[in-house]
């Protein structure tokens, strides 16, 4: 027989949706990486509408909110195991970074940001001239 309700399983579930578990946590999943002069972000954002995305940038603090609407109260759910309402998450980036630069794409469930490394940051040759010399250059 069908057990139709269970307080301890709803409570469970509600916790899960609430703090999140470790295979499905309540953030949006994220991997970081350098890929020669960008710095590369990758959000988990599945079954997400593009338009609900927002993506705001104040001072060095990326910060992405999106939403996935909630269920039809007249449904008669058997599963509802997916998160729902507004998530959102803070990317704290450092100064090297150039934020006025920062390019978005979501495709198939996955937002990618690509953050250009500031000019000021990148690596660069000073040459330092001596009287009666040839200018030398050295790497800073």
Known sequence: MLMRTDPFR???RWTQ???????RPTVMPMDAWRDGDEF????DLPGIDPD??????ERNVVTVRASRP??????S??????????????LFLGESLDTDRIRA????????????????????KIEITRAGHEPQAINA
Do not use: N
């Open 40 to 43: 590369l972000v990758e959000l």
């Open 77 to 90: 759910m058997i599963a509802a195991e997916r998160p729902r309402g507004e998530f959102s998450r803070q």
């Open 52 to 57: 609900s995305v927002d993506l705001d940038v």
């Open 105 to 124: 794409d979501y495709r198939d469930g996955v937002l990618r940001l690509a953050i250009p490394i500031a000019e000021q940051a990148k690596p660069r």
């Open 70 to 75: 909630e269920l039809d109260q007249d449904r």
């Open 10 to 12: 709803d409570l469970d």
């Open 17 to 23: 949706q609430v703090f999140g578990t470790v295979a």
